[in-house]
C-alpha cells in the first residue's frame, strides 16, 4: 500500500514563506503532485515532479528527493487568496496508469 | 470552468435509494478519474476508466459501480446508500499518460439522510 504524510495545519502571515513537507511509501513510484483546494472547491492541480530537484512556477516552487522519499511545496510572498488546503500526491503505477494517491491535505492559514 | 463538467452539483437523498453521478471530461482527454472526499479527509480514488475500459480501481465498495460510454462521459452509481456514503464525490479526467496534472471538476456532493 501507500503512504503519505503531511501536516495537518501550517499557519502564516501576509508575505511570508511557507514550506509544507510531504514524506511518502511507496511501490511503484512514478512521481510528486500538488494540489491546492479552497474550501469544497475543485482541486487544482499546481505542479509535478518526476525527478529529484526543484522545479519553480511562479511563486510555487516544489522539491523532490526520491532518495528520502521526500518533497515539498514552497510558497513564496503568501497573499490571503493562497489560504487553502494542499495536497501532495504520489504516482503510482497500476493497470497501466500513473494513479495519484492522495496524502489528507494541509490546511494553511494566512494572516494579514 | 476546468472543463470537465459533473452534474449534478448537490444530491440530496435517503438511505438505501441509489443515485447516479455524472462525469463529462475535458475535450480530448480519455481517462476518467473517481475520488470520494469526506469530511476533513483527503481524496480517496475510487476507479479510473480509459476509452471505455476500466483501467485501475482503488477503494472502491461493491455497492459501487462505474462506467464510461462510447462519447467519454462516465456515470458513478452508488446503491445502498449509507449515512456515510455522504461526501463530494469528484471526477478528473486525463490525457492518458500524462502526469503533468489531473483536471478534476467542481465535484457533486452528496448528502444521505
Known amino acids: 500500500g501507500q503512504s503519505l504524510e503531511q501536516p495537518s495545519e501550517v499557519t502564516a502571515v501576509e508575505g511570508a514563506i511557507v514550506q509544507i513537507n510531504c514524506t511518502y511509501q511507496?511501490?511503484?513510484?512514478?512521481?510528486l503532485s500538488w494540489y491546492q483546494q479552497h474550501d469544497g472547491g475543485a482541486p487544482t492541480f499546481l505542479s509535478y515532479?518526476?525527478?529529484?530537484g526543484l522545479e519553480e512556477t511562479g511563486r510555487f516552487s516544489s522539491f523532490l528527493s526520491r532518495s528520502d522519499s521526500y518533497g515539498y511545496l514552497l510558497l513564496q510572498e503568501l497573499q490571503m487568496k493562497d489560504s487553502a488546503s494542499y495536497f501532495c500526491?504520489?504516482?503510482?503505477?497500476?493497470?497501466?496508469?500513473?494513479?495519484?494517491?492522495f496524502g489528507r491535505g494541509t490546511s494553511l492559514i494566512v494572516h494579514p | 470552468d476546468s472543463g470537465v463538467t459533473q452534474t449534478p452539483k448537490h444530491l440530496i437523498t435517503a438511505t438505501g435509494q441509489r443515485v447516479t453521478l455524472r462525469c463529462s471530461p475535458r475535450?480530448?482527454?480519455?481517462?476518467v478519474y473517481w475520488y470520494q472526499q469526506s469530511l476533513d479527509q483527503g481524496l480517496q480514488f475510487l476507479i479510473q476508466?480509459?476509452?471505455?475500459?476500466?483501467?485501475a480501481k482503488g477503494n472502491i465498495l461493491e455497492r459501487f459501480s462505474a462506467q464510461q460510454f462510447p462519447d467519454l462521459h462516465s456515470e458513478l452509481n452508488l446503491s445502498s446508500l449509507e449515512l456515510g456514503d455522504s461526501a463530494l464525490y469528484f471526477c478528473?479526467?486525463?490525457?492518458?499518460?500524462?502526469?503533468?496534472?489531473?483536471?478534476f471538476g467542481s465535484g457533486t456532493r452528496l448528502t444521505v439522510v
Open positions: 511507496t511501490s511503484g513510484f512514478y512521481g
Open positions: 476508466y480509459y476509452n471505455g475500459e476500466e483501467r
Open positions: 475535450s480530448g482527454d480519455l481517462s
Open positions: 515532479n518526476g525527478l529529484d
Open positions: 500526491a504520489v504516482s503510482v503505477a497500476s493497470g497501466g496508469s500513473y494513479i495519484p494517491t
Open positions: 478528473a479526467s486525463s490525457a492518458h499518460g500524462s502526469h503533468y496534472g489531473y483536471t
